[in-house]
């Protein structure tokens, strides 16, 4: 008779990832603080902040009031008088009401000071469609904060990226827009084991999710998934995609995508904010001012059409990237 | 007087005064008589300034604190070295009077140096920002002096933010943020009072109610008889002082740094006053149309260096002699002359201008600097 004993699952999911990340932070630094609204508590609305508040008590993880201008705007003056801060936006959608606080206040504290004052703040939030989450549950709006000088712009898409960046931002002294995206949370199919010790992932470092050698994909966050099935597609009509997962906007690794078009000539950028002055448009621009000579096609971007994310799914589908959409794209790249 | 359930009104009653001395009266004559010069001294930069920028040697806006000075040093004068404040664009003496009682040259002082004041509002590569933005648009963390930026109402959350971090290391600094009564009908006005009620942190908003905000007078701001009400919706003491009787400001923020410093919490002082001239000097002259004459005149009657000199003759402070001395009160900018002021006040502020005018531009490619920190 013998037992099997089971195999004990080490793989973990990116909300872990998180979590693990905020309370070795916490754990490291005393002067460090988390706060948001109901952050402590509840733990978060998604349970990303889940017992920090038992374990480091409530002057350090705070439940805050529905103020995201005092959430951010606080941070700023904590961080001015010795702290680090990170501060939770309840959905990444509500941070367009603390946006003067962030574009004009935190980002430009540095620039303004001639280096006086460094922010270490970090501003994170569930974010990204595909959920049916509607107009303000669902927005990826990076692209307002790439446009405003002087904020970090992270999105992880695995767990071990997720608690690697999330650690690296924290100690960055720098803020930094952080973009969890909220699908990925507790998905099964990106659960990794996590590499042991202190994890952190440097920032403005894109990477090769899958090489291939006929089509260049570049995106980040819940696209990176698309672009991997594209290419498993692909693949089956005998197409070699490559898939960069950026993951961090600003500061932006422009060598990796250089290197990659070097060996493709060809290049799709997969986002799913909208089209018009978005992150994919920045992409081609670059490509065209610094690696023009590697092009063997007008490279092309698949976005969400320039609209709101609506609600319900066959309209969410419609204006959003997909599989399809990405891989009619590639097909069109290589035989242009 | 306890500001525990304070009224809005909640002025020292009769009784209260019999039986307490306020707290001016417990100042000395030599108090007194730096507070008057601190009048002047704010007073001086405002009209040298002016003169300055009409002579051409100095570009850009000047948001005039003419008529206002008393609010200035009434609130300052009361804090400790380590209190923070945290200037707006009417506030521009603030950054130099911080901590500035008695020691007007040391530049250990926790308030920024007239020369390096003068350096920024001539643009200058010695200003505490190094010129990269203009006016008051500046600060600094050593000497507790929180920067400030077009967003009026924006720095009050930070001074929150500043007390909690202060209150976790153990500090018992409070705060001063300074506000005209336009920036509270911004929203983050509200979320940052109602975030220090619900903390108690020692945040003392004051109010300068000058009754114009840019073009539009105070009955299209706000419904509200005294500012000080609006303490009674978080919750925290608000008091009125008139703002140009410096003693009286003087009292009203000792009440409110007596309230913070027991752990009480926050409040607000309302100082109403009067702007006697434009937004900024780009505006003097459409000021002088788009506001009924007859205010004006009311409004600029009551000048705070008058009402002070007349304190100091009642406490016999100044002789009737000295009394005659230094008449800058009334006049505008063009009709005061040097001999206006203490000589000491004049010679303060002309060495700041000479070094400011010394000064170098920064080097083009400071540009492109500090956009992230790190940055040698």
Known sequence: MSAVAATPNLKKNYLTGLKEALSEEMQRNPHMLIHGEDVGILGGAFGVTEGLQERFGKDRVVDMPISESAIIGTAVGMALNGMTVVAEMQFIDFISCGFDQIVNNMATYSYRTAGEVNLPIVVRGPAGAYGGGALYHSQMNEAWFCNSPGLQVIVPSTPSDAKGLLKAAIRSGNPTIFYEIKQFYRMREIEEILPEGDLLVPLGKAAVRRDGSDVTFVTYGNNVIHCLKAAEELQEQGISAEVIDLRSLVPLDEETIFQSLAKTNRLVVVNEAPMTCGFAGEVIARVCDKAFEYLDAPPLRVTRLDTPVPWVKPLEDYVLPSVEKIVHAALRVVRF | ?376
Request: with cysteine; proline share 5%; glycine share 8%.
């Open chain 2, 1 to 376: 007087m306890s500001a525990t359930s304070a009224p809005a009104q909640s002025n020292p009653s009769a009784d209260d005064a019999e039986q307490k001395k306020l707290p001016h009266e417990l100042l000395s004559k030599e108090d007194c008589l730096e507070i008057f010069r601190q009048l002047f001294l704010a007073r001086y930069f405002d009209v040298r300034l002016i003169k300055e920028k009409k002579r051409g040697s100095l570009k850009g806006t000047l948001y005039s604190s003419h008529n206002q000075e008393a609010v200035l040093v009434g609130t300052l004068y009361g804090l400790r070295p380590n209190d923070w404040i945290s200037p707006i664009h009417r506030d521009m003496p603030a950054f130099f009077l911080k901590d500035i009682k008695f020691q007007w040259r040391n530049a250990d002082r926790m308030g920024l140096s007239i020369d390096s004041i003068c350096a920024q509002v001539y643009g200058r590569v010695d200003s505490p920002g190094r010129a990269r933005d203009n006016w008051s648009h500046i600060g600094s963390r050593a000497k507790h002096i929180i920067h400030s930026t077009s967003m009026l109402a924006g720095t009050i959350p930070v001074a929150a933010g500043v007390l909690y971090a202060d209150r976790m290391a153990g500090g018992d600094a409070v705060a001063v943020t300074y506000n005209g009564e336009g920036s509270t009908a911004q929203g983050v006005f509200h979320e940052a009072i109602n975030y220090a009620a619900v903390h108690k942190l020692p945040l003392i908003t004051v109010i300068e109610n000058n009754q114009w905000a840019y073009g539009t007078p105070a009955e299209l701001e706000y419904s509200l008889e005294d500012f000080a009400r609006r303490a009674d919706g978080y919750g925290i003491p608000g008091w009125v002082a008139d703002g140009q009787d410096v003693f009286d400001v003087y009292d009203k923020m000792m009440q409110a740094i007596e309230y913070a410093r027991s752990g009480k919490g926050p409040s607000i002082i309302e100082c109403k006053t009067f702007r006697a001239y434009g937004h900024g000097d780009h505006d003097d002259d459409r000021a002088a149309k788009y506001r009924p004459k007859e205010e004006v005149e009311r409004g600029r009657a009551r000048d705070p260096i008058a009402m002070c000199r007349r304190r100091l003759l009642e406490l016999g402070y100044l002789s009737e002699d000295q009394a005659k001395l230094f008449m800058a009160e009334g006049k505008n900018a063009m009709e005061t002359t040097n001999e206006d002021f203490p000589p000491e006040v004049v010679e303060f502020l002309s060495e700041g201008i000479e070094f400011a005018k010394k000064s170098p531009l920064p080097a083009a490619e400071e540009g492109a600097k500090w956009v992230f920190g790190g940055e040698a």
